[in-house]
């Protein structure tokens, strides 16, 4: 979906863009910059779009990830939909190593974790998002 600016219209345009099925368990996923300015969107009559009681937009939990880009052109600032079907997948198994070269002048053993992992989106239809036009 693409929008212009972020508006109490296309933010409900959003919410029945998804599937029924998807919408019982959705939630929104926004930078705090995005939320800012979703706190103050009101609709005609003057009503808020954003639950301030329960921190819900159109009864839906909104989730802060500062990894999601700001409300600029070219961006996909909110997310909405069903996360569940977003999968992460162990690649390789947490692997440790210890240290104790590096470390024994001072009696200590270091250790160095690494861990591969991948995540997907396994249904595309279960999030959408808004995307901020030029």
């Known amino acids: 979906m693409n929008a212009a600016a972020l508006t109490y219209e296309d933010m409900v345009r959003l919410f029945f863009s998804l599937d029924p099925e998807y919408r019982e368990r959705a939630m929104w ?12 969107v009101k609709d005609d009559a003057g009503n808020y779009l954003w639950n301030h009681f329960n921190e819900t937009i159109l009864g839906k939990p909104v989730i802060i990830s500062n990894f999601m880009p700001s409300a600029e052109a070219g961006s996909v600032p909110v997310l909405f939909g069903d996360f569940s079907y977003y999968w992460v997948v162990c690649r390789r198994p947490l692997g440790i190593r210890a240290l104790s070269e590096r470390f024994a002048q001072f009696d200590q053993i270091g250790y160095l974790g690494t861990e591969y992992l991948d995540g ?3 249904r595309r239809e279960a999030v959408k998002g808004i995307s901020i036009t030029g």
């Open 29 to 40: 996923i926004m930078n705090d910059e995005t939320a800012l300015h979703l706190r103050t």
């Open 120 to 122: 997907r989106l396994v």
